[in-house]
């Protein structure tokens, strides 16, 4: 649990209470449809992560625009989950939405290229710098079909994953160590094919000590990373660690795979032009449709060569990666319309300020409260912790305070700001403003009040 000394228990719990009476009272219309929703959605909603939302029900949504989105009671919000970055542009992009309209006015599904797919590979380059381009529906998707191309390139069965990573619902990810360093299955994750023992080792992030000792077993088809953890709160990479991790696949004959699909919040080119990675292949979902469903992963040219021979096979259909409606036309043409007009350098300088901003409100509520938390950025994203900033993700998990995350979002949600569920994350687009983060400072203080005063 994280040093959060200075929160009386008993306090947090009659908080959350009345809280969660504010909540019920607040959405009869949300509570209701909620009631009909339990008769015949599992668990009573589409996705079964959806229950995770604070409150006793979840809050059924009318309509987003921007950075903000109105529920079935009329309540407007301001919107730091943004879809957890499949909104990072904001809501109904007129661009994005024009260009669907027009294109599933001319067909969608025709498992044949549209011409958008070409601009799309161009961009991609542009952006990330690899060779050449395949597309997905889901970043899930996409990091499913390269570990597969590592597999089949290297002859290699593992996986190596970072400690508490999340890529997906990928089953060689699932894996985690426990206390006496043994690859076993993250907790909650169900019915895995295999042992992920089998597949996958697993090592803190910014270790290269241990990164190289299991690279060194030679069973390693590829490092599947992410920039910086994002999904256990961020974890930033220490310095020389990329450059540590590059050497080292390169050393050990191991595909370094680079999963942007959230850190694109670092800029146009995500952290990999930022900080100048090399991966032989690289991922990224959410946010490149503008809100419609797509993913794309890219090949360094070496990688492509390796792959031709196979994709010149009859049998490519069962090669395990693809899926029928994968490259449809309406997903490319969001794609195109999305990076065209949007994710930007003007729009990163508009993003990563407001990020700055929001961080440093609440640094100064935690500054002006003595507490032991911190505050963690990365561009155009941002985070609190009841604690010190963690160097890995085993500390990060550690560092969990439920009942605090609980109160937190149920009192921001309760005064119309959403953050980002399983931890207190705030994502930026082009459509927020700087009240926006005002807004979220006030209601910081006032929670941080309730909880001391
Ligand atoms: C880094 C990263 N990769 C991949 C994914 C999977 O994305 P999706 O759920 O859209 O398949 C996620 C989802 O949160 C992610 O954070």
């Not at 992560?49 to 949504?61: A, D, E, H, L, S």
């Not at 590979?121 to 529906?137: V, Y």
């Amino acid at each position: 649990m994280a040093v959060t000394t200075t929160i009386d228990r008993e306090r947090l719990a009659d908080l959350h209470r009345r809280e969660l009476d504010t909540f019920v009272e607040m959405r009869p219309e949300s509570s209701a449809r909620a009631a009909a929703a339990r008769e015949v959605l599992l668990g009573g909603v589409p996705m079964p992560w959806m229950t995770r939302w604070p409150g006793p029900f979840p809050i059924v949504f009318e309509s987003a625009n921007g950075a903000r989105f109105v529920d079935v009671d009329g309540i407007e919000y301001v919107d730091f989950c943004l879809g957890d970055t499949g909104a990072m542009t904001g809501h109904g992009l007129p661009q994005v939405t024009d260009a669907i309209a027009a294109r599933a006015a001319r067909g969608i599904t025709t498992m044949l290229p549209s011409d958008d797919a070409t601009w799309v590979g161009e961009e991609l380059t542009r952006r990330f710098g690899l060779a050449r381009w395949q597309l997905a529906m889901t970043a899930t998707d996409a990091n499913r079909f390269v570990l597969r191309f590592a597999r089949h390139i290297t002859s290699r069965p593992k996986v190596l994953v970072f400690d508490y990573c999340y890529h997906g619902t990928v089953d060689e990810a699932f894996a985690t160590l426990d206390p006496q360093g043994n690859v076993v299955a993250r907790a909650g994750n169900l019915g895995p094919a295999v042992d992920p023992s089998v597949t996958t080792r697993v090592v803190p992030f910014n270790d290269l000590g241990a990164l190289e000792a299991a690279l060194a077993h030679g069973d390693v088809a590829a490092v599947l990373a992410e920039p910086a953890l994002t999904n256990i709160g961020i974890v930033l990479p220490e310095p020389g660690f990329h450059q540590g991790m590059r050497e080292l696949c390169t050393q050990y004959g191991t595909l370094l795979v680079i999963d942007e699909t959230h850190t694109i919040c670092v800029g146009p080119g995500g952290a990999t032009a930022a900080w100048g990675l090399e991966p032989d292949m690289f991922v990224i979902g959410k946010t490149i449709g503008g809100g419609v469903p797509a993913a794309a992963y890219g090949l360094a040219a070496w990688v492509a060569e390796a792959l031709a021979p196979a994709l010149g096979s009859d049998a490519i259909d069962i090669s395990g990666v693809g899926g029928t409606l994968t490259g449809n036309a309406l997903a490319t043409a969001a794609i195109r319309a999305t990076l065209s007009s949007t994710l930007r350098p003007e729009d990163f300088a508009h993003m990563v300020p407001l990020a700055t901003a929001w961080a440093d409100g609440v640094a100064s509520v935690i500054e002006s409260r003595a507490l032991p938390w911190s505050v963690q950025q990365l561009g155009g994203r941002a985070e609190y912790w009841f604690c010190p900033a963690p160097r890995d993700g085993a500390r990060a998990a550690a560092a969990a305070d439920h009942d605090l995350d609980a109160f937190m979002h149920l009192w921001a949600l309760n005064r119309g700001i959403l953050l980002t569920p399983f931890h207190n994350m705030a994502l930026f687009s082009p459509a927020h403003g700087l009240a926006d983060v005002e807004l979220h400072t006030e209601v910081f203080a006032g929670a941080v009040a309730a909880l001391l005063d």
